[in-house]
């Protein structure tokens, strides 16, 4: 079984800049790669977002913590993020266009031994591994949000990866914590956005509609089942630029007027006025304190 040692993860975002510090938590040696000195500045306030959940959530110390950013590096330079990656994971925005471009590039650029990892939510791996140049290694790796508290890793790859490959992610995946879950065959969204985009659909078209507002489909959801979320609060979580590809590509893919109206307005509202989410500091609901978790929120 391929020994992983040093991990790039492409794609600074909120997954992305979670990724690699549960990884370099757990000992790897990481590099993170981005597209410019903005995107990779962002990521390092992201991080620092994350150490006071880790210690609240999890107990790590502070020493911990800052033995695992010192094993951060951080690069705007492809060929050399990724010029002895054991594991490079992919967490680049969800457009099938910008992420075959960048398997092409990689391709080209990456070590021989380098398997990739596509974090995906909603795109089949196998319409994207011709462009890596090495499908049997190439597979999906989805983390959920918040991976230190949420830590499933569902893994799933296609009809060329090699098993050995696959079994390598597994205990990659339990080396970091995560709870590893292997997937027999492709499935679009994998196990959990399966179960969890038909309710995001749901709330997105009561929305669009004008049935209620965002604030009573939610109140709904979490009086109904108990949940202390409900989909808008979700969405923020996800973060509404990753809502927005994902939207967008089923609106166009479906036609639904409905559901294109609600991207135009996610585009017009939020996203071009920087309202991006819990990462932002606002997007359904102003963070840190949203009113769903207000105590009178359910009354």
Known sequence: MTTIKKITVAGSGVLGSQIAFQSALHGYDVTIYDINGEAIEKSKKLIDTFLPRYKSDLQISSEKLEEAYQKLQFSINLKDAVSDADLLIEAIPESIGIKKEFYRNLSKIAPEKTIFATNTSTLLPSLLMDETGRPEKFLALHF????????????????????????????????????????????????????LVPLLSSGITLYAKGVADIETIDKTWMLGTGSPIGPFGILDVVGLGTVYHIFKTEAERSGNEEKMKFVNVLKNQFIDAGKLGVSSGEGFYKYPNPTFQGKDFLK
Do not use: R
């Not at 205990?171 to 179960?195: C, D, R, V």
């Open 144 to 195: 959920a949000n918040e991976i230190w508290k949420h830590n499933t890793a569902e893994i799933m790859g296609t009809e060329k990866t090699d098993p050995e490959v696959f079994a390598t992610l597994v205990e990659f995946a339990k080396s970091i914590g995560m709870i590893a879950l292997p997937l027999k065959k492709e499935q679009p969204g994998y196990i959990l956005n399966t179960l």
